[in-house]
């Protein structure tokens, strides 16, 4: 009766759309469809870049999967996360605002959560789709990577877990998949750690062993202690250092379901079958609806964790067996809809949270996507190649199949579109950044409803995006950009990830403007004696700039260094800390 019911109320809605279109009536898009409340799948890669999939132009990696998705249904060409990291790009997502309305970002420099045990994460205030469709009666579902913070004040408090965050059914990481979850040449925190703990023991040895030569030759006066003391934390800072990368795999490197830690830490090689798992439960489970699940990949985010079935089968080494993986993964949740035959009452999206990771790179070793013809990668500010991603939904018989959409379209457009689709209302409390996107999916509208967007690299605004409809122009003005290293690279090798603000970032005055509609590229800076309506641009940006800072209001941010150092009172432990080990997926 269910399933009869949702299918009448889907056919009338369609129908009504129809109608109002041959009418030229031009109904808003939601409000006809409002009623149909289809089941939401949300699918979202970490670090793919825009050039690894076939439907956007790659011919060598395989993505059949994703590109059938493309064909099926309308793809964006211009969609941009609102950051090019992902802890503010995913708050972005969730909650359709800017990440530093949040305070999802930091301005010293820690642009990503840095430990599963810290106290920063996505406000208890934030109002997520989740939450809302959840009140609306959707089963909200969260299978993967969260990255969004965990807990405040003790190990339990789940303040910022995913069920605090309207999610009804958890299970993944609460961190995120890194290069440290597995011994490998590669490392993101482990190799900098041992580092500076094997620093601190070799200055505490000096001491203690300068101490012992000046009590032996009664240079130094007093008590043994000094020198117990600074024998004992060399040896402590010595031992840390020894055991780092498996206290990192342990704090980290875990799977949950709900609240309760299933697996600590994680057996990878079984990880991807276990989240397929998951999602065809969850499905099976709620396929009455109607339900949203967002299935936030662990692929293609280093160490690049690949079966023996898909490795070796790329001509792009470990990264394109892993993005191979990923796209069959697409395919076994897309079949999962049509055995349980959902496709046509399910709108599904699919997205990486940012662009490629040029650094990932190890010798002659690539282990981070390609961007195509955009300009930089992961991490590098307002740099086209690292905030342009695939933007891809379906719906068939709602949506065009083989729609294309060279207007301009957020990540955090997904919050008004999902909440309006299930029946509940955007909030009025708060600024909104994102824009509905059904008119322009159905073509109801001609133009984005965005005529600005801004780019920030953590809290500092490095670049500014105006669609100039009248003219059919995308400008783009870059106050800020990363110095690449070394010179004459298009990356900053050596580095990790490039930074935000201090002398390794220049300043323009006057600032680059680039016209993305002629040069996506970015790589021909205008100037007044080249573009004559340089001053013009100038000035409306200015302004859209001064109108949009505002808007913005004071909050703590998430990021910085008290809120997003380890505290080991905060850290979740399968057993007793520090021992904490468990393999619950073993069991019966």
Known sequence: MLHLEHSCLFFRSCLALTVGVLLDLKPSACSSLSGSRPNILLLMADDLGIGDVGCYGN??????????LAADGVMLTQHIAAASVCTP??????????????????????RVLQWTGVSGGLPPNETTFAKILKDKGYATGLIGKWHLGLNCESSDDYCHHPLSHGFDHFYGMPFSMMGDCEPWEMSEKRAGLEHKLNVCSHV????????????LTRLVAGSWTLVICSTIVALLFFTTSCFMGALIVHADCFLMRN?????????????????????????????QGPFLLFVSFLHVHTPLITTENFRGRSPHGLYGDN?????????????????????????????????????????????????????????????EGGIRVPGILRWPGVLPAGRLIHEPTSLMDVFPTVVQLGGGQVPHDRVIDGRDLLPLLLGTAQHSDHEFLMHYCESFLHAARW?????????????????????????????GVCPCFGDKVAHHDPPLLFDLSRDPSEAHALTPD?????????????????????TLSPVPLQLDLLDNIWKPWLQPCCGRFPLCWCDREADP
């Open 59 to 68: 011919n060598t990696i395989r993505t059949p999967n994703i590109d059938r």
């Open 323 to 383: 993005t191979e993986e990923m796209d069959w993964m697409v395919g076994q949740i897309l079949d999962t809809l049509d055995t349980e035959g959902l496709t046509n009452s399910t709108l599904v999206y699919f997205t990486s949270d940012h662009g490629g990771s040029l650094e990932a790179q190890f010798g002659n070793n690539q282990y981070g996507g390609w961007n195509g013809i955009y300009k930089g990668g992961k991490g590098m500010g307002g740099w």
């Open 259 to 287: 609240h309760s830690i299933t697996e600590q830490p994680m057996c990878l090689q079984r990880t991807t079958a276990l989240m397929l798992k998951e999602v065809s439960s969850f499905v099976k489970r709620n396929k």
């Open 89 to 110: 790009s995913r708050a972005a997502f969730l909650t359709g605002r800017y990440p530093l309305r949040s305070g999802m970002v930091s301005s010293n420099g820690y």
């Open 204 to 215: 505490m040895a000096l001491a203690a062993f300068t101490l012992t030569v000046g009590k």
């Open 467 to 495: 669609h100039q409809r009248g003219r059919g122009a995308v400008w783009k003005v870059h106050y800020v950009t990363p110095m690449f290293h070394p010179d004459g690279a298009s990356a900053c090798y050596g580095r």
């Open 530 to 550: 080249t573009e004559s309506s340089f001053h013009q641009v100038m000035e409306s940006v200015t302004k859209a700039v001064e109108d949009h800072r505002r």
